[in-house]
Nanobody
Framework: QVQLVESGGGVVQAGDSLRLSCAAS????????MAWFRQAPGKEREFVAADSWISWDGTRTTYQDSVKGRFTISRDNDKNTVYLQMNSLQLEDTAVYYC????????????????WGQGTQVTVSS
């Protein structure tokens, strides 16, 4: 049984940093693209960032434009964990953040995950 368990969410002020973690079990972690999505109130869930286990062109990560330069996705295959370091948080970053795993060879912002976590709330206040 695959489980993705997020942690690290909370309430922070604009400009602060936060690091989300997602511990995975029940899957061959180092053969999955790991990703973060988010869903703000009243909006559809959207892609945030992804980290691939394989690179075809030297690129192993991809980001939504609005978080480029502020967020960093990384993974620790020894710990079966993926992270999302979020710096310079903005009010618009308030959302539930979901960890996801995709059994795919290709890194894309339109990837379709096979598994999802339950989500962790991130609230950015002014």
């Amino acid at each position: 049984q695959v489980q993705l368990v997020e942690s690290g969410g909370g309430v922070v002020q604009a400009g602060d940093s936060l690091r989300l973690s997602c511990a995975a079990s029940g899957l061959t972690f180092d053969r999955y693209i790991m990703a973060w999505f988010r869903q703000a109130p009243g909006k559809e869930r959207e892609f945030v960032a992804a980290d691939s286990w394989i690179s075809w062109d030297g690129t192993r990560t991809t980001y939504q434009d609005s978080v480029k330069g502020r967020f960093t996705i990384s993974r620790d295959n020894d710990k079966n964990t993926v992270y999302l370091q979020m710096n310079s948080l903005q009010l618009e970053d308030t959302a539930v953040y979901y960890c996801a795993a995709a059994n795919s060879l290709y890194l894309s912002s339109s990837l379709k995950p096979d598994y999802w976590g339950q989500g962790t709330q991130v609230t950015v206040s002014s």
